[in-house]
């Protein structure tokens, strides 16, 4: 185990380059998921409500481990990360905190998933016993590559010197939204099958109680500290998502008739959410260091960090339409038109990263106000909250442009 020194944080150019270079293999990705997604449209229509814990499922991945990677890239700029996996490290607690809240969440996810098909009349839908395994094995499958991912990011940053608050955000969000899409299909094939789905749902339910529990109670700090801080927020965000997952799932008719918008679905929330998970994170760096203040009204640091914020997302909601499109075309998929597709993406992204930097300032504000961790509050809140608003723009921008 070795010592790290303080990584300075990147120069204004070197910021763009990370940032961009991050965002495009991130929309790469995303449409990689999406794809599969639109591929899958015969187990969306067999397994009804599957849909609703998509945008959840994809954005408890980068809550999860987005948190967990701003909290290790505070450390890295404070100086206080260790290369290790010592039981008291920084390393091995974020880890087992996130372990816990994986298959807690899950579980929860699961149980609102099920709740908000039945509040909002979407029937029929799948057995609370098929939502609970499609997100507990979805979610652990998923999990395994983006933890891996996440701490080899980390250690990336040391290596390399790579500023964390502007790759960890959109490459999280980016494997949370490529491993996430396919391991639930993947769980999917389990669902249905009544007695083993019974028996599963209820070993997942035990695993996430007694997990989460003893992280809880866990006598180590971080764990503690992490799980407990964690919970609500987690929770409240899975709420949103699911409100998400209700607006997409009730245009899953107009989705499959143009199925380029569903491969760009992933990528299109997770860009906006990776915009908005790269200002949080920039943000709770800066007042962590007491390089910025936690003002009302955003200082030029902060206003600097919006405005190249928007100069990120015209180039980048535009190469998720490109790649929608073209993915559509080359796999037999259906589209509305590449000029179609363009209009409705830039609409609906525009409005979203304007929705973004609201969301992201005075919510990473405000929990530093609050004496709360903004890396553990910040990116869960911002990028929950931009898979509804996300969700929302892309509906409405598709009726505006006539696709719907």
Known sequence: MRSVRRAPLAAPSADTRQRFVALLIGVLAASAGGLVLAAADGTLRDLPGMLLLVPGAIA?????FGAMGSRLGTAVHAGTFRLGLHSEGVVVQNLTAAAALTLGLSVVLAVMAKGTAVVFGISPTMTLADFVVISVLGGLLASVGVGL???????GS??????????MAPLVSTLGDLATVPALVLAATVAGRTGVTGLLGAVAVVMAVVSLVAAWRSRREQVRTIVRQSVPVL???ALLDLIAGVTVERRLDDLLAAEAVLILLPAFLGAAGALGGILSSRLSTQFHLGLDDATPLPSRASLRDM???VTLAVPVFLLAAVVAHVAAEVTGQTTPGFADLVALTLLAGLAATLFVIVVAYYTTMAAVRFGLDPDTYGI???TSTLD????FTLILAMVAVGVA
């Open 158 to 167: 040391v290596h390399f010197g790579w500023d964390l608050d502007n790759v």
């Open 388 to 391: 509804l608003a996300g969700a």
């Open 60 to 64: 408890l991945r980068g809550n999860v």
């Open 149 to 155: 991912a996440t701490m080899g990011l980390a250690a």
């Open 235 to 237: 929770a409240a965000a």
């Open 307 to 309: 405005r190249s914020l």
């Open 380 to 382: 869960p809140v911002v």
